[in-house]
Protein backbone atom coordinates (compact mmCIF):
# COMPACT_ATOMS: atom_id res chain seq x y z
CA UNK A 1 0.00 0.00 0.00
CA UNK A 2 2.86 2.23 -0.29
CA UNK A 3 2.22 3.39 -3.93
CA UNK A 4 2.29 7.16 -4.36
CA UNK A 5 -1.04 8.90 -4.64
CA UNK A 6 -3.14 10.12 -7.30
CA UNK A 7 -6.25 13.06 -6.85
CA UNK A 8 -7.99 13.70 -9.72
CA UNK A 9 -7.91 17.29 -10.60
CA UNK A 10 -11.40 18.13 -9.27
CA UNK A 11 -10.17 21.15 -7.29
CA UNK A 12 -7.33 23.50 -6.68
CA UNK A 13 -4.93 23.43 -3.67
CA UNK A 14 -6.81 26.37 -2.34
CA UNK A 15 -9.99 25.82 -3.25
CA UNK A 16 -9.51 22.55 -0.98
CA UNK A 17 -7.83 24.74 1.68
CA UNK A 18 -11.39 26.86 1.85
CA UNK A 19 -13.42 23.80 2.02
CA UNK A 20 -11.17 22.86 5.11
CA UNK A 21 -11.91 26.08 6.99
CA UNK A 22 -15.87 25.96 5.77
CA UNK A 23 -16.23 22.56 6.97
CA UNK A 24 -18.11 21.58 9.95
CA UNK A 25 -17.25 17.61 11.59
CA UNK A 26 -14.30 16.62 12.53
CA UNK A 27 -14.96 13.35 9.77
CA UNK A 28 -15.51 16.05 6.46
CA UNK A 29 -12.25 18.03 7.96
CA UNK A 30 -10.08 14.46 8.16
CA UNK A 31 -11.38 13.51 4.48
CA UNK A 32 -10.10 17.21 3.41
CA UNK A 33 -6.93 17.06 5.22
CA UNK A 34 -6.23 14.02 3.02
CA UNK A 35 -6.86 15.20 0.12
CA UNK A 36 -5.38 18.51 0.40
CA UNK A 37 -2.30 16.48 1.51
CA UNK A 38 -2.26 14.43 -1.54
CA UNK A 39 -2.39 17.47 -3.44
CA UNK A 40 0.23 19.56 -2.26
CA UNK A 41 2.70 16.82 -1.28
CA UNK A 42 2.36 13.62 -3.37
CA UNK A 43 3.66 11.18 -1.14
CA UNK A 44 3.09 7.54 -0.43
CA UNK A 45 0.43 6.69 1.21
CA UNK A 46 1.56 5.50 3.98
CA UNK A 47 3.29 8.89 5.21
CA UNK A 48 0.13 10.74 4.35
CA UNK A 49 -1.69 7.86 6.95
CA UNK A 50 1.13 8.44 9.20
CA UNK A 51 1.00 12.67 9.40
CA UNK A 52 -2.87 12.38 9.43
CA UNK A 53 -3.24 9.63 12.33
CA UNK A 54 -4.83 7.43 9.69
CA UNK A 55 -4.53 3.93 8.47
CA UNK A 56 -3.22 3.27 5.03
CA UNK A 57 -6.71 1.87 3.96
CA UNK A 58 -9.01 5.01 5.46
CA UNK A 59 -6.46 7.55 3.14
CA UNK A 60 -6.85 4.95 0.13
CA UNK A 61 -10.62 4.75 0.71
CA UNK A 62 -10.97 8.64 0.86
CA UNK A 63 -8.63 9.11 -1.82
CA UNK A 64 -11.00 6.65 -3.86
CA UNK A 65 -14.35 8.26 -2.88
CA UNK A 66 -12.87 11.51 -3.92
CA UNK A 67 -11.63 10.48 -7.36
CA UNK A 68 -14.72 8.58 -8.04
CA UNK A 69 -17.75 10.68 -6.77
CA UNK A 70 -15.67 13.75 -6.62
CA UNK A 71 -15.84 16.47 -4.06
CA UNK A 72 -19.40 16.55 -3.49
CA UNK A 73 -19.15 12.78 -1.80
CA UNK A 74 -17.66 14.37 1.21
CA UNK A 75 -20.55 16.72 1.39
CA UNK A 76 -23.57 14.42 0.99
CA UNK A 77 -23.79 12.90 4.80
CA UNK A 78 -25.34 15.26 7.38
CA UNK A 79 -24.51 12.82 10.20
CA UNK A 80 -21.46 11.03 11.76
CA UNK A 81 -20.71 7.86 9.80
CA UNK A 82 -17.86 6.52 11.27
CA UNK A 83 -18.11 3.23 8.75
CA UNK A 84 -17.59 5.85 6.11
CA UNK A 85 -14.27 7.05 6.90
CA UNK A 86 -13.09 4.43 9.10
CA UNK A 87 -14.43 0.98 7.70
CA UNK A 88 -16.60 -1.52 9.41
CA UNK A 89 -14.00 -2.05 12.10
CA UNK A 90 -12.54 0.68 14.21
CA UNK A 91 -9.24 0.13 14.89
CA UNK A 92 -8.38 0.20 18.80
CA UNK A 93 -4.88 1.22 21.02
CA UNK A 94 -3.65 -0.12 23.57
CA UNK A 95 -2.41 1.99 26.22
Known amino acids: ?11 SADDVKERMQMTAGFIRLQKWLVIYNAIIDPRPVSEIARHTGLSESTVLRIISEYNSSGPESFERSNHFDGESLFGSHFETLSI
Open 1 to 11: MSGYTHIADYL
